[in-house]
């Protein structure tokens, strides 16, 4: 699960209200959840919200996919707020999705880096270290795109499915089945990569160039909250 860092109000509920200053943290897999986050994502489902989402989740940029947008008409002003996935690893993220008109921004790379996700030590600092061109793509996985650091284990075992799964992935009649399989067996990857130190298939974005050192969740929620604040006020009459 992602932890969500909203900026701001939709349908006139301010989501930064729920940013507690000492977040608890927990585990699933390989994806630290936070407590913002879950308020976050309850308060967005209570308003039966429609977020558009973009940015850094295909081949667009956060910025290229916010020019198309107007070029078709979109308003930044209308009633369907923009989130932008992925892409953002501290503050000035923040701060340039909201400059491009984006509500907010969806965050998960970052809280892996923090002191109260349970993965491993290796994980963090291979996160840390990481540039955005070390991020690749892979379908070899789940059966659909997933954004993983380049290692040695990822190489060997290639970045795309061969010929007889990209068939069996696409035919009508076995593509949910091998989906299914395949995300089951990417499920217990994902463990391993979280728990154990010799796995480094390691899930991360193109946020990472912002990940500098290993965090707590408060400070890297305080970071946000400065920002997502001074924006509020700015927009306040």
């Known amino acids: ?12 509920r301010p989501m930064l209200a729920h940013a507690c200053s000492r977040p608890m943290c927990a585990s699933s897999g390989a994806h630290a959840a936070c407590a913002v986050g879950l308020l976050c994502a309850l308060d967005l489902a209570l308003a039966s919200l429609r977020v558009a989402v973009g940015g850094q989740t295909g081949n667009r940029s956060a910025a290229q996919f916010v020019a ?7 308003d930044g002003d209308d009633a369907l707020p923009l989130v932008q996935a992925g892409g953002v690893g501290d503050a000035s993220g923040l701060q ?21 996700c349970r993965v491993t030590s290796t994980y963090k600092r291979a996160i840390v270290n ?4 070390d991020i690749v793509w892979t379908n070899k996985l789940a059966g659909t795109n997933s954004s993983v650091i380049r290692t ?4 060997a075992g290639g ?3 061969g010929a007889l799964t990209g068939f069996l992935l696409q035919n009508r009649f076995t593509k949910l089945l091998t989906r299914t399989y395949m995300l089951t067996q990417a499920i217990e990857t994902y463990k391993r990569a979280a728990f154990e130190e010799d796995c480094e298939v390691w899930q991360a974005g193109k946020g990472v160039d912002a990940i500098n050192s290993v965090e707590t969740c408060a400070s890297v929620l305080d970071e946000f909250r400065a920002v997502a604040c001074l924006d509020t006020a700015v927009e306040t009459p």
């Open 152 to 155: 040695a284990q990822v190489e």
């Open 1 to 12: 699960m992602l932890a969500h860092a909203y900026s701001r109000p939709m349908h006139a």
């Open 130 to 133: 990481a540039r955005s061109e």
């Open 68 to 74: 198309e947008l107007q070029r078709a008409g979109f």
């Open 96 to 116: 340039r999705a909201l400059e491009h008109g984006y509500a907010g921004v969806q965050v998960g790379t970052r809280f892996l880096a923090t002191d109260e």
């Open 159 to 161: 970045l795309r499915v």
